[in-house]
């Protein structure tokens, strides 16, 4: 275990000192770990994932307890998976340079799902899914500065006019469309009695 420690020394003091150095109390090579690339563990007055789940949820919990704080503004530690690929990638990339900008990327996103994996919660996850986003583009080949595809105006116009149409079609046609149920005047149906009347003295 002390030569896992001395080989990754430089993984775990860059953690520390640059990548999530406002994150995490210290970056540490573990022998529990199989399958995870790294867990986020709570420190000595730090909170579990699940206890932090307990006190959040509490009904009763005083807002701005300077004891709750205390115990849940406490860095973690985040241990490493010596054999896991992406830690090997990543130690092998900070050795070659400290300052590539796609190592400090997956730190944070090796960090932010060892938070999740521990039972914590994210702070900032809009940030998360944008990282997450990010490296699926660039795993995909889709270029970073493609945007999003937008409506074609024709369809807009196209779907404009048969609303307008629509809205004729509806309208009264004006004083030809007179239904049957329309009531006629009084004037008029006096001169169709009247000249009923006068045709039936003809006949007469």
């Avoid at 007055?45 to 959040?56: F, P």
């Avoid at 009763?60 to 241990?79: M, R």
């Avoid at 944070?108 to 997450?132: I, N, P």
Wanted: aromatic residues 4%.
């Amino acid at each position: 275990m002390e030569e896992l420690n001395k080989d990754f020394e430089v993984l775990t003091t860059w953690l520390k000192d640059t990548a999530l150095s406002d994150l995490i109390e210290k970056a540490t090579v573990s022998a529990r770990l199989t399958t995870s690339p790294c867990a986020l563990v709570a420190s000595s007055y730090g909170w579990s994932g699940n206890m932090e789940r307990i006190m959040k949820s509490q009904a009763y919990a005083k807002t701005g307890d300077a004891n709750n704080e205390f115990y849940a503004s406490q860095k973690k530690i985040l241990e490493l998976n010596p054999r896991h690929p992406l830690v090997k990638e990543l130690r092998s990339r900070v050795e070659n340079d400290e300052g590539d900008a796609a190592a400090r990327e997956l730190a944070m996103v090796l960090f932010e799902t060892a938070t999740l994996r521990s039972g914590y919660g994210l702070k900032d996850t809009a940030a998360f899914a944008d990282r997450v986003e990010k490296m699926m583009r660039r795993s995909l080949g889709v270029s970073l500065e493609e945007q999003v595809e937008e409506e074609e105006e024709e369809i807009l116009e196209d779907e404009d006019v048969e609303e307008v149409s629509d809205d004729d079609s509806a309208a009264p046609g004006g004083d030809d469309d007179i239904s049957a149920d329309t009531p006629v005047p009084i004037d008029e149906q006096s001169n169709d009695s009247n000249q009923e009347n006068n045709e039936i003295h003809d006949e007469l």
